[in-house]
T-cell receptor, first 115, second 116 residues
Framework: GAVVSQHPSWVICKSGTSVKIECRSLDFQATTMFWYRQFPKQSLMLMATSNEGSKATYEQGVEKDKFLINHASLTLSTLTVTSAHPEDSSFYIC???????????FGPGTRLLVL | QKEVEQDPGPLSVPEGAIVSLNCTYSNSAFQYFMWYRQYSRKGPELLMYTYSSGNKEDGRFTAQVDKSSKYISLFIRDSQPSDSATYLCAMSAGVRSGGSNYKLTFGKGTLLTVNP
């Protein structure tokens, strides 16, 4: 149980284009989903928290107009990197929390390379 | 002082060794403590979850939480080469303590290599 998927797992795009990453909780309903960014050999950096049906809460320093987050249902959240630039190249990971006080279950991550 | 401190290692041990991984923290509001394992280029996988102080055992893994010392540990017995990964501690204050949506605070991670 508690499986989270992400799609795509790998994406290469040209500078200036937009990229959408999907995060799905496959076997549970996620009240809250989180989006992280991870640079090589570094820990996870929380970008934003989203609750189903409401606006995402962004961490300080994260541009909300650049990283658009939509949490349209209890099983799906999307992150759109708008007008991507090479510095946006990174490993993006989502996680989902269910109803209990347990914890977050992570997706496998999406590696983004902007040329 | 950072909220969560974790020695990044790297830590290299022979197969079969007992591994001890640790984190310290400063926020006394933390109540939920987790250990994640992350293989290279993969998302973190939840290994152990503990609420408040105490010990929890699951197979070769034992998690300990000492809230009085603000110190948590993960022990791996009979370590295997497949245990080679980065281990991240994480903790949360939870909603009851004013934490928002169980947001997790992570340590930097310890890179472990178990040599055959």
């Amino acid at each position: 149980g508690a499986v989270v998927s992400q799609h795509p797992s790998w994406v290469i795009c040209k500078s200036g284009t937009s990229v959408k990453i999907e995060c799905r909780s496959l076997d549970f309903q996620a009240t809250t989903m989180f989006w992280y960014r991870q640079f090589p050999k570094q820990s996870l950096m929380l970008m934003a928290t989203s609750n189903e049906g409401s606006k995402a809460t962004y961490e300080q320093g994260v541009e909300k107009d650049k990283f658009l987050i939509n949490h349209a249902s209890l099983t799906l959240s999307t992150l759109t990197v708008t007008s991507a630039h090479p510095e946006d190249s990174s490993f993006y990971i989502c996680s989902a929390r269910g109803w209990g006080p347990e914890t977050q279950y992570f997706g496998p991550g999406t590696r983004l390379l902007v040329l | 002082q950072k909220e969560v401190e974790q020695d990044p290692g790297p830590l290299s041990v022979p197969e079969g060794a007992i591994v001890s991984l640790n984190c310290t923290y400063s926020n006394s509001a933390f109540q939920y403590f987790m250990w994640y394992r992350q293989y290279s280029r993969k998302g973190p996988e939840l290994l152990m979850y503990t609420y408040s102080s105490g010990n929890k055992e699951d197979g070769r893994f034992t998690a300990q939480v000492d809230k009085s010392s603000k110190y948590i540990s993960l022990f791996i017995r009979d370590s295997q080469p497949s245990d080679s990964a980065t281990y991240l501690c994480a903790m949360s204050a939870g909603v009851r303590s004013g934490g928002s949506n169980y947001k997790l605070t992570f340590g930097k991670g310890t890179l472990l290599t178990v040599n055959p």
